[in-house]
């Protein structure tokens, strides 16, 4: 059989059917080839377009949720530290009241004890017989009296004493002493075994020291 082909005036009517319907087929093949080859790349780069959405999309949730717990993390660690400046700031603002309270309770009390001294220095002055119960409790912390016994005063007092308790003094055998050096108000008793000082200036310094207070009676 001759394999060259047979010109087409020579075909016969079957021939040119055949031929024909062949190159159609060929060419439609082609031509549905070539479609499907583009159908299958669009639904590939589909497919591959919805890959890698689908990462994205992982990523970034995986992004927000790591992000989001190093946030909280930071966010716990600065609170903590905040809450402890806090602490440290409050802790240094009571103790800071508390010497304000401290100060200002030293300076009322201080205040107080000039303000009394005032008074009682006034009241010296203006009560002569202020000197009596002084001496009275003076000779009242001696355990016994024994001689010679003498109360030593300013010589104003000493003629209160001499006027007020002259004959209770001269019957427990007490010699009134008068001593300038001894400021009004005040008395210093002895006797051959015991001394009691009661002038103004160690009377004030015993209440200034039970109270813990520098406190000098003779300063203004």
Same mark, same amino acid.
């Given at each position: 059989?001759?394999?060259?082909?047979?010109?087409?005036?020579?075909?016969?009517?079957?021939?040119?059917?055949?031929?024909?319907?062949?190159?159609?087929?060929?060419?439609?093949?082609?031509?549905?080839?070539?479609?499907?080859?583009?159908?299958?790349?669009?639904?590939?780069?589909?497919?591959?377009?919805?890959?890698?959405?689908?990462?994205?999309?992982?990523?970034?949730?995986?992004?927000?949720?790591?992000?989001?717990?190093?946030?909280?993390?930071?966010?716990?660690?600065?609170?903590?530290?905040?809450?402890?400046?806090?602490?440290?700031?409050? !802790?240094?603002?009571? *103790? /800071?009241?508390?010497?304000?309270?401290? %100060?200002?309770?030293?300076?009322? +009390?201080?205040?107080?004890? #000039?303000?009394?001294?005032?008074?009682?220095?006034?009241?010296?002055?203006?009560?002569?017989?202020?000197?009596?119960?002084?001496?009275?409790?003076?000779?009242?912390?001696?355990?016994?009296?024994?001689?010679?016994?003498?109360?030593?005063?300013?010589?104003?007092?000493?003629?209160?004493?001499?006027?007020?308790?002259?004959?209770?003094?001269?019957?427990?055998?007490?010699?009134?002493?008068?001593?300038?050096?001894?400021?009004?108000?005040?008395?210093?008793?002895?006797?051959? !075994?015991?001394?009691? *000082? /009661?002038?103004?200036?160690?009377?004030? %310094?015993?209440?200034?020291?039970? +109270?813990?207070?520098?406190? #000098?009676?003779?300063?203004?």
């Amino acid at each position: 059989m001759s394999s060259m082909p047979i010109p087409k005036e020579q075909q016969t009517a079957y021939q040119r059917w055949e031929m024909s319907s062949f190159a159609q087929a060929d060419q439609a093949g082609a031509v549905h080839s070539s479609q499907s080859k583009k159908k299958d790349t669009g639904a590939a780069s589909s497919k591959i377009a919805e890959v890698f959405e689908s990462v994205r999309k992982e990523a970034y949730a995986k992004g927000l949720q790591e992000g989001f717990a190093v946030g909280m993390a930071k966010a716990k660690e600065t609170a903590h530290e905040d809450k402890q400046n806090f602490s440290a700031l409050a !802790a240094a603002f009571v *103790d /800071a009241l508390k010497v304000a309270d401290e %100060k200002i309770e030293e300076n009322i +009390l201080e205040l107080a004890l #000039d303000i009394a001294k005032a008074m009682l220095k006034a009241k010296l002055k203006a009560d002569p017989e202020a000197i009596l119960p002084v001496v009275r409790d003076a000779m009242h912390y001696l355990p016994y009296v024994q001689k010679p016994a003498r109360i030593s005063v300013h010589h104003e007092d000493a003629r209160i004493l001499r006027e007020q308790l002259g004959d209770e003094l001269s019957e427990q055998v007490w010699l009134i002493q008068e001593d300038n050096n001894i400021e009004r108000g005040g008395c210093l008793v002895e006797t051959g !075994a015991n001394q009691i *000082d /009661a002038t103004n200036a160690v009377r004030w %310094k015993r209440i200034s020291d039970a +109270l813990g207070q520098k406190n #000098d009676w003779l300063l203004p």
